[in-house]
């Protein structure tokens, strides 16, 4: 469903571990209405399931993704970047048609 690559696992455990609740919280992705090309992406961490979350778990990384936002996140690989062109995460969503020069929004 969604690959969490090396620099994006690294950042999420480091994150994670700072914060002191690396054993009971999970990353939060998808997608909302939104930005210059229609939709957005959300990124977040929690610690409580909701009845439409799917589970899933790559590369030692828990994510949860609710059932709508599935739907757009199939295949999609979750990058990090800290690099002088911008620092943060990234999608890499092979279903997007079209995004911003940014890369915060998306259209399918």
Do not use: Q
């Not at 690099?83 to 079209?98: D, E, M, V």
Request: net charge negative; charged share 30%.
């Amino acid at each position: 469903m969604i690959k969490v690559n090396d620099k994006a696992k690294e950042k999420i455990l480091s994150l994670l571990s700072e914060s002191g609740k690396a054993a009971e919280s999970f990353v939060r992705v998808g997608v909302k209405g939104g930005g210059c090309s229609g939709l957005m992406y959300d990124l977040d961490f929690d610690t409580e399931l909701k009845a439409e979350d799917k589970v899933i778990e790559d590369n030692e990384v828990k994510i949860v993704i609710d059932k709508k936002s599935m739907l757009y996140l199939i295949g999609t690989e979750l990058d990090f970047s800290d690099g002088l062109n911008g620092k943060g995460f990234s999608f890499i969503n092979p279903n997007a048609s079209r995004t911003c020069g940014c890369g915060e929004s998306f259209s399918i």
